[in-house]
């Protein structure tokens, strides 16, 4: 009977803690060669390569990198805000060691987006700036489908703010 026992407490002991491990992060995407890339298909012919070259010459001139991506979706059981910043973490935007970048990611499918500064442009573009330029200036276009002016609106918006 004892040896039942110490057997049954070991299985437990064992099997226990796997079962309050985390959900397995999904892996990561490769980092975009380019500023805005549209992995959904909803920006019309140029405006990608428009917008990254607005924002190529605002980093070659400042080094605050600004990088616009467009899923369908983001992985189930993670948020918008959390996808944003594994994202901006694994893609090391922004000059190494400043983090002088920011990301707009936006989730056509869940109708959500969210921008993630790094540090180094944080005085500068605050969670609160991020949440006013994507609810004044970006929501809305989305919310009428119209993601060529939304990524445009950011754009202009994100660099008018590093700017400052």
């Known amino acids: 009977m004892t040896n039942f026992i110490t057997k049954a407490l070991l299985f437990l002991f064992a099997t226990v803690p796997l079962t309050n491990l985390p959900a397995a992060t999904p892996s990561l995407p490769a980092a975009p060669s380019k ?13 990608a390569d428009r917008l990254s070259s607005q924002l190529a010459d605002f980093d070659h001139r ?3 990198e600004l990088i616009i991506v467009i899923y369908p979706n983001t992985p189930k059981g993670v948020s918008i805000g959390d996808y944003a910043q594994q994202l901006y973490e694994a ?14 990611l936006i989730a056509t ?12 442009l944080e005085a500068k573009l605050t969670e609160d700036a991020c949440r006013r330029i994507f609810t004044n200036r970006v929501a809305p276009r989305l919310d009428a489908n119209d993601y060529d002016g939304a990524c445009s609106a950011a754009a202009n918006a994100l660099i008018e703010a590093a700017s400052r």
């Open 109 to 120: 499918q869940e109708h959500q987006g969210r921008i993630h500064a790094g540090r180094g």
């Open 35 to 47: 500023y805005v890339t549209d992995y959904a298909g909803v920006l019309g012919a140029g405006t």
């Open 62 to 64: 400042t080094g605050d």
């Open 91 to 104: 893609w090391k935007i922004g000059k190494r060691g400043k983090e002088t970048g920011a990301l707009l």
